[in-house]
């Protein structure tokens, strides 16, 4: 019997083409998973935005026949067992599974909640009137029904054909004038509300150091005052325009019949998705996309956009990137280039690599406890007495969440600038040293822009870490819902001390502690994705730096 099978065999296996295939193999299984896991979060994220179509329903419920209508969501088959288990009577002999339609039928001010599950069999008639309406509030979610009339100041205006484009007109007429309301309060009156508080600490200031003598009340008290007059001229336009915005209203008949009337006021947008083609429904797509990544959060973050975690997201990474580099490039330059390669050298590289496997919460105690209530508590001491008891830096807030993040990531880029700093030839700073240059001038000139890749990487590597991290996060300074930006047009302009949000945790707040599960579900796969693409965006502009920077020295080398 020929050995030659054998011996080709055992070479192909010594040869360690099988480990090479295995490998091959191993990396386009974890890439189809990759992408896999990717497309799943696009779809059902993206898919959310979609304008679909109204349905109007005649269904059999017990011994009565009621009609339903909702906007589709989703079909599922579910087993005849299941339903009988659930108590479901009156299912069709015979067959093992039935279709399962949920339904957003809205109006959850009238019916308490805004999805309903719906049988097939149990349909007895479908359809999709063009009629149909899908409005979008401010509060209490969706509303879906027949629009029948328009009112002014409790006179019908508009009923029949002419309400819709009646209804459309004045519409907009609220929406530009709750978009002056809302440029009042949070610009116009914050501004104001935020001069008042400082010259309240500024008096508190003076009183703490003994300056406040009858001139500088006279001062503070005229200024006030002045302030005062533009807070109530900033409260008259607002009562007029609230008087003004709630002038129209609208009458909707919904599924069970009854004639609602609602102020314009609370409306958003309002479509017939029935009557809209494709083209008209993408423009619509494309608006509710742009409206998720422009907008503030409302109903409990379930409705509205992520525009104050997107920014949360994106300042956070930034502050903390700046933070980092420095302190990882400076202990990275000792360890390799002055230290001596003793015992306590290694011993500082081992500690530093074992601190990369710390687990994430324990930086958030320790950042809760050292900056917030050490750091910031001295720092309020110091330079804020006037606000005590309140706390400015002593509470939790984007600073320390950037420097907890900072602490987190710092192990990365050391170890990615000392390995940067090791692959420099010898030859090139020995002849910077024959040139007449100092250990100081060579390393800043030559070894630090030759070594600048790498501390790109290490950045990369940090901020693909940093933007992704929430268990610290929840005790130095996120929170579900911030009331104002970090960053706005009262000085000092960027609030270190404020307050964010952040999109991962906006993604736990709403996955697991909303209280309207069916309307959290696709807005956490929208919101996963774009955290992805942030940080996708993040690690690009890293990346084309770092190419820069390796192909301006890479003829040193």
């Known amino acids: 019997m020929s050995t030659l099978p054998v011996k080709r065999t055992a070479h192909w296996v010594g040869s360690g083409a099988p480990w090479i295939w295995l490998n091959a193999g191993a990396i386009a299984l974890c890439m189809i998973m990759v992408v896999g896991l990717l497309a799943l979060i696009a779809v059902r994220g993206l898919a959310h935005f979609w304008p ?32 009988v288990e659930a108590g479901v009577t009156g299912l069709p002999i015979g067959q093992e599974e039935f279709e399962r339609l949920l339904l957003r039928v809205g109006n959850r001010d009238s019916y308490g909640a805004d999805f309903r599950n719906v049988l097939r069999p149990f349909i007895l008639a479908e359809s999709a009137p063009d009629e149909l309406v899908a409005i979008e509030r401010r509060e209490w979610g969706n509303q879906y029904g027949y629009l029948r009339a328009v009112k002014q ?3 019908v205006v508009a009923e029949g054909a002419a309400v819709w484009s009646e209804f459309q007109a004045r519409l907009l007429r609220a929406n530009a004038l709750h978009a002056d309301i809302a440029r009042i309060q949070k610009d116009e009156i914050g501004r104001v509300n935020h001069r008042i508080e400082r010259l309240r600490l500024n008096g508190r200031k003076l009183e703490l150091d003994g300056a406040l003598d009858a001139m500088a009340k006279l001062e503070l008290a005229e200024e006030r005052a002045l302030a005062e007059a533009e807070f109530a001229t900033l409260r008259t336009q607002l009562t007029q325009l609230s008087t003004e915005v709630g002038r129209d209203s609208y009458v909707l008949e919904i599924q069970d019949g009854q004639m609602l009337e609602k102020p314009m006021a609370q409306v958003i947008g309002a479509i017939r998705p029935n009557q809209l083609s494709v083209p008209s429904k993408l423009a619509v797509y494309f608006s509710n996309l742009w409206g998720f990544l422009s907008d503030d959060p409302r109903e409990a973050n379930t409705e509205g956009g992520i525009l104050p975690a997107i920014f949360g997201t994106v300042m956070m990474v930034m502050i903390m990137s700046i933070l980092v580099t420095p302190f990882g490039v400076i202990a990275a330059v000792y360890l390799r280039e002055y230290a001596k390669q003793n015992l306590l050298t290694r011993s500082i590289r081992i500690a530093v690599n074992n601190l990369a496997g710390v687990p994430s919460i324990v930086f958030g105690v320790f950042g809760l406890g050292f900056f917030v209530y050490i750091l910031g508590s001295g720092i309020d001491d110091m330079f804020f007495p006037e606000a005590l008891p309140a706390p400015t830096f002593g509470t939790p807030g984007l600073i320390w969440a950037s420097l907890t993040l ?42 630090l822009p030759m070594a600048s890749p790498a ?20 005790l130095v300074g996120v929170v579900k819902l911030a009331p104002t930006l970090p960053l706005d047009m ?31 579900r696709p807005l956490v796969y929208a919101t996963a994705a774009v955290l992805v693409l942030v940080i996708v965006i993040l690690n690009l502009a890293a990346v084309r730096i770092r190419n820069q920077l390796r192909e301006k020295y890479k003829a040193l080398e």
């Open 52 to 83: 679909a179509d109204v349905l109007e329903l005649s269904y059999q419920d017990g011994d009565q026949t009621v009609r339903i209508i909702g906007e589709l969501r989703s079909a599922e088959q579910v087993p005849a067992q299941r339903l």
């Open 153 to 155: 100041q409790g006179t």
């Open 406 to 447: 900072a602490l987190l990531t710092l192990p990365v880029v050391i170890v990615a600038t000392e390995e940067g700093l090791s692959r420099i030839p010898r030859s090139v700073r020995e002849g910077s040293y024959a040139l007449g240059a100092t250990q100081a001038e060579t390393l800043w000139r030559i070894v």
């Open 455 to 474: 501390m790109m990487t290490g950045l990369i590597l940090a901020v693909a870490r940093a933007a992704g991290e929430v268990a610290p996060l929840m």
């Open 490 to 520: 009262n000085a000092p302009y960027l609030h270190l001390e404020r307050k964010f949000m952040h999109l991962g945790f906006h993604i736990y707040d709403v996955g697991f502690q909303s209280p309207n599960v069916e309307a959290a």
